[in-house]
């Protein structure tokens, strides 16, 4: 006979229960929603800072680099996220699971000199300076909506250039169908690459050619008219607009071009929840659950979760 569990009167259902990450950063969602008042937070928010006392860290860089000019192109019909909310709320397992602490710990991080290695399929392999290759493009400013797997969501100015600018300067060969990208991996400068010993380090992903060449696929290299943060994967990123967040791969140390399709670092670890593609896509839900709304960081308002996160027209036929 199957075991036969019925729960207590008292016992709150998953799906009601309050997801961990809204949980930690409570004080600012009841702040942008004008329920904090004085006092409001004594004890309760213990440990938390507020918005308004933070001062982001931005890192040094090349001067003249920073405003870059916003390419119009790319409009969302969304109010950016403010600074201080996005700048304390980010995945970055590396340094802690906690999203609310991962501007805390990253103090140790050294992110100069930069280098990225060019490997696998590709006709000028070596290891790139990354000031090198910013003299080599041409910064722009896009503001683009950001979309995790977990439901939230933010809308960001991120600087950059499309990885299709150094894809061409590295020319892949005719055998190349994907890329594969790797993060950094200092266990003495990222405590949550020690402390979080199980997961298989350092953090890696990929794209089809055609993702990687898509014109929204950006390497980032400045927020908010000035130097990524730590936080937000100094000093270079991957952003794909139309893909949950996890495929945004930080702080990239490595780029190869292979023939096979590369494992992921979460579908490695979560198959049946984490594909390769990892599409924004409202009617396919996550094993737990519902991808049909999500939840803006800095007001808490639940809104519509758009097909590819609105990003449609530019790369719905990649899939057809």
């Known amino acids: 006979m199957a075991f036969i569990h019925i729960k207590k009167d008292w016992v709150l259902s998953d799906r009601l229960a309050t997801p961990e990450d809204v949980y930690v950063n409570r004080r600012y969602f009841m702040k942008a929603m004008g329920l904090v008042g004085a006092g409001a937070l004594i004890g309760a928010s213990s440990g938390c800072e507020a918005a308004g006392d933070f001062v982001v860290e931005v890192p040094e860089s090349i001067p003249g680099l920073y405003p870059a000019t916003r390419n119009e192109k790319y409009r969302v019909d969304r109010a950016l996220t403010p600074e201080k909310i996005a700048a304390q709320y980010n995945n970055f397992y590396e340094f802690t699971t906690d999203k609310a602490r991962v501007h805390t710990l990253t103090g140790k991080f050294e992110i100069h000199p930069w280098q990225i290695e060019i490997a696998g399929e590709v006709e000028k392999p070596g290891v790139y300076d990354l000031d090198d290759l910013l003299k080599k493009v041409t910064l722009e400013e896009r503001v683009y909506r950001f979309r995790c797997v977990e439901a939230w969501a933010m809308t960001v100015p991120w600087t950059g250039f499309p990885l299709k600018a150094l894809i061409d300067q590295v020319q892949p060969k005719s055998g190349a169908k994907y890329v594969r990208m790797v993060t950094f991996n200092r266990p003495e400068q990222a405590p949550g690459i020690k402390n979080e010993s199980w997961y298989p380090w350092p953090y890696f992903e990929g794209l089809t050619m055609a993702e990687a060449t898509n014109e929204l696929t950006l390497l980032a290299t400045g927020i908010y008219g000035h130097a990524l943060p730590k936080q937000h994967g100094a000093p270079i990123r991957l952003v794909t607009p139309w893909k949950y967040g996890y495929k945004s791969i930080k702080s990239i140390v490595k780029i190869e071009f292979t023939k096979r399709r590369p494992s992921t670092f979460w579908n490695e670890l979560a198959p049946k929840e984490y594909d390769?593609?990892?599409?924004?896509?409202?009617?396919?839900?996550?094993?737990?659950?519902?991808?049909?709304?999500?939840?803006?960081?800095?007001?808490?308002?639940?809104?519509?979760?758009?097909?590819?996160?609105?990003?449609?027209?530019?790369?719905?036929?990649?899939?057809?």
């Not at 599409?279 to 007001?299: C, F, G, M, Y």
């Open 276 to 320: 390769f593609y990892a599409n924004v896509n409202p009617k396919k839900p996550h094993p737990r659950w519902s991808q049909a709304s999500e939840r803006l960081i800095d007001t808490g308002d639940r809104v519509p979760t758009r097909m590819y996160n609105g990003y449609e027209e530019q790369v719905g036929h990649l899939y057809g």
